[in-house]
């Protein structure tokens, strides 16, 4: 005949109360809590140590989407400040058609177009950009814009 055993039974015992703790507490230990809690930074403390200190700045960010309306990756796109004649930035879209650049803070227009040479589609196609996009910053804000491709 087989032995069987039986299985332990969990029992749970009742939590002491906080009370009981704090109540324990030496005159010494109250003191160092007291404290440490005078030594912790007020809220303005913490919100100044988090604010940047760079220069401040200006974002474009954008999207290239291609004649059907998808996102394209891997598409350079130039951006020129409008009275310079030659790009100053150059970054390429990520695999959701997106990017981004930083450009100095203040009032200034920014021309934006797509460097398509030595880009491949995947039909084979050409593909041109409709037109040269044009982004006004007015400070150190974000502004959102997207290129438009066709065949």
Known sequence: MKKRWKRAKTVTTPRRHVTRHIASLSAAGFLLIA???????????????????GKPYALIAGTVWGPD??????????????KDKKPKWEVSSDHMGEFAQRVPAGESDYI???????????NGKPLRLVQEVTVHIYG????DTGLHLTF
């Open 69 to 82: 309306d998808r996102p394209v990756y891997g598409v350079v796109v130039k951006i020129r400040r409008a």
């Open 140 to 143: 150190d804000e974000r502004e």
């Open 112 to 122: 934006l177009s797509a460097d398509l040479k030595g880009f491949k589609p995947v």
């Open 35 to 53: 404290f440490l809690f005078s030594t912790l930074p007020s809220n303005n403390e913490v919100f100044a140590a988090s604010k940047p200190k």
